[in-house]
């Protein structure tokens, strides 16, 4: 069975860092590219970044290039999501996802505020 | 950037209604590799997205066939003929074609 477990969400203060990971298994993570998703309260879903199954190929959305980093460790099965310089508006239930958004985490929090 | 722009907003069904979501590109999701990365999501209440429809017309296992995608170029519709209460939620169309890659607003559907 695929499973995609996120986890690091929490409450960060503006300005600050927080690293996510998303943790695969029941399938061969190193054959897959990966995406960042997130969903402020209340609102739609917003692609945030994707990664190729061997991290050649990097993309984020302009909301967020050059504050945060997507990166991944096939040997481990983990993906990951860099964020600095974090703002109110970063604030939103973050999902990992399979490459053609087929297996979707339940998502983790992250709370930016004051 | 690629901008989704979903018809309608929301949508009201009673049970055994067929409808459809329009989902408009503005520009062309047909890739160099002849694939047109467009795919429509429904998102339960309180649930995380799932697939419903990947490569614009190919059903996801699992998925109930009363589900169909149809469409090319920068036109897309998702047709659910016959809606039944579980499909009740948000339906979402993205495009994985050009980055970076874009979600539609989302329409809602609800019982009548």
């Known amino acids: 069975e695929v499973q995609l477990v996120e986890s690091g969400g929490g409450l960060v203060q503006p300005g600050r860092s927080l690293k996510l990971s998303c943790l695969a298994s029941g399938f061969t993570f190193s054959n897959y590219g990966m995406n960042w998703i997130r969903q402020a309260p209340g609102k739609g879903l917003e692609w945030v970044a994707s990664i190729s199954s061997s991290s050649s190929y990097i993309y984020y959305a302009d909301t967020v290039k050059g504050r945060f980093t997507i990166s991944r460790d096939n040997a481990k099965n983990t993906l990951y999501l860099q964020m600095t310089s974090l703002r109110s508006e970063d604030t939103a239930l973050y999902y990992c996802?399979?490459?053609?958004?087929?297996?979707w985490g339940q998502g983790v929090m992250v709370t930016v505020s004051s | 950037d690629v901008v989704l722009t979903q018809t309608p907003p929301t949508l009201s069904a009673t049970i055994g209604q067929s409808v459809s979501i329009s989902c408009r590109s503005s520009q062309s999701l047909l890739h160099s590799n002849g694939n047109t990365y467009l795919h429509w999501l429904l998102q339960r209440p309180g649930q995380s997205p799932q697939l419903l429809i990947y490569l614009v017309s190919r059903l996801e296992s699992g998925v109930p066939n009363r589900f169909s995608g149809s469409g090319s170029g920068t036109d897309f519709t998702l047709k659910i003929s016959g809606v039944e209460a579980e499909d009740l939620g948000v339906y979402y169309c993205v495009q994985g074609t050009h980055a970076p890659y874009t979600f539609g607003a989302g329409t809602k559907l609800e019982l009548k």
């Open positions: 996802a399979r490459k053609y958004f087929d297996y």
